[in-house]
């Protein structure tokens, strides 16, 4: 932890008018320096000296004109800034309500030292749907309204950029979609969504299927188990399914091994030093690009055309001609790859746990399932597109979750212009940050909002008020495939398998998506036939 005094940082916050304010104190000290100290010591010394007193003084006076008149220059120098700089703040327009902190820290800690979601609902009890603060050294405006996320994510959305620390662009990769905007972009974005559209997951049942009942089957056989932590393997494997198709195991083993490694890195402090988290997961990225690298060049070279991720990646071609290189190709693979695991699992494991402590809405998924199941000879048939349609209560169930939970509980964008809202100045540079989860557990748009009850999806929710997935052109691409496997693996736990909670913690934890207290120990057994 570093600290540092309000004088050192305002050089950071405000050159121009600092630079003036030390510059003055330069002169003030040297001022006070020879007119206090060496001048006296000089007369000291000459007073003897009958011979130089009037040169002295003299001497005195001019040296003292010369402290005098920078001092007096660079004093009205400062005066002319802070005037100015207020003028144009005015005439710029007014900013939100709200307290910036301290300098650069802003109230950064404040807002990590308790549960993020108590710090934003605090600030908007305050000061409004619109509020300023500073995080992380970032000056920054909070939007708690459907109204404004749609004006930040949809209708403006061109004055607003997508924003991540250089830290994370590194290990990510700078070309993965989501650091951008535009042609690049737009084109990206397409080739995912193509290859998750329904009509291509609805082919990828019956190996999502074999996934879930294998994963189902081996957590039955080890006792106690952290569900998050289950649920990201079985989330990582849908995810391999769904970018490589069917992928040998030793390449999806490695590939496992080295994305845990930058995932560990990913959220730790980016200091590039030899042992530190944040070093090694830049070696594992580098072995994840050769890795992608391989399975690429593998795949060009058997010229068979595949509907997976990777297939619509090597098989583009703009209007110019021209192709994607293989790092933009890889960076894109690993991209969607931290994309489709952890808010996936987060949701699964949310899902659970509400799920258990509600043992009269379990019992009637149960029913909703076993149906289903037994439409299926008890599983000797496979799931069907339209099955997994067809399960109400379940689709109600997964909608809840996802509100209750806002595993997206913001995101972040930059103003890259001056904006004006609402009366309110939002100035170029700043973040802004649209708080999904206040807008989720907001009682104007949902009674009760801490209570679960998926019934309040019976009727379809206010536009823009339920964004678990985000929205505008940023959306997630991949939200009908995490809802396919949730559905398919709830579908197995519910209607052939069962699941036990252990231990009576209760809370949050952020890791840094918010899940269950240490992840939800849980046992799981299968059902005798």
Known sequence: MFFFSPQFLCVYIYPPLSYVFVCLLFHI??????FFLILPISNFISSSKTFYHQRNIK??????????????FLICLLLARVIVSKKKKNSRGKLPPGSMGWPYLGET????????????????????????????????????????????LVTHAHMFRPTYPRSKEKLIGPSALFFH????????????????????????????????????????NMGIVSTYQEMKKFAFDVGILAIFGHLECSYKEILKHNYNIVEK?????????????????????????????EIICERREKRVLQTDLLGHLLNFKDEKGRVLTQEQIADNIIGVLFAAQDTTASCLTW??????????????????????????????????????????????????????????????????????????????????????????HNPKYYSDPEVFDPSRFEVNPKPNTFMPFGSGVHACPGNELAKLQ??????????????????????????PFPIPQNGLPATFRRHSL
Not at 29 to 34: D, Q
Not at 392 to 412: C, D, G, N, Q, W
Not at 422 to 435: H, N, Q, R
């Open 181 to 220: 905007q535009g042609d690049y972009h737009s084109h990206i974005r397409k080739l995912v969504q193509s290859s998750l559209y329904p009509e291509t997951i609805r082919k990828l049942i019956p190996d999502i299927e074999h996934i879930a009942l294998s994963s189902l089957q081996s957590w039955s």
């Open 486 to 511: 949730i559905l398919i693996l709830l579908h197995h736990l519910t209607s052939s398998f069962g699941w036990e909670v252990k231990g009576g913690e209760k809370g949050i934890q952020y890791s």
């Open 109 to 152: 800690l404040q807002l990590y030292s308790q549960d993020p979601s108590v710090f934003f609902t605090s600030k908007q009890n305050r000061y409004g749907e619109i509020f300023k603060t500073r995080i992380l050294g970032y000056p920054c405006v909070m939007l708690a309204s459907p109204e404004a996320a749609k004006f930040v």
């Open 59 to 72: 001497l005195k006076m001019a040296e003292l004109w010369l402290l005098l008149i920078p001092s007096f």
């Open 265 to 293: 890195g990913y959220n730790s402090f980016p200091m590039s030093l030899p042992g530190t988290s944040y070093h090694k997961a830049l070696m594992a990225r580098n072995r994840l690009k050769r890795i992608v690298s």
């Open 29 to 34: 000290f040297f001022f006070f320096f020879f």
């Open 351 to 440: 899902i659970l746990k509400y799920l258990h402590d509600d043992q009269k809405l379990l019992e009637a998924v149960k029913t909703e399932q076993r149906a289903i199941n037994e439409e299926n000879s008890r599983g000797k048939k496979r799931l069907t597109w339209g099955q997994t349609r067809n399960m109400p209560l379940t689709h109600k169930v997964i909608a809840e979750s996802l509100r209750m939970s806002s595993i997206i509980s913001f995101t972040f964008r930059e103003a890259v212009v001056d904006v004006e809202y609402k009366g309110y100045l939002i100035p170029k540079g700043w973040k802004v940050m649209p708080l999904f989860r206040n807008i989720h």
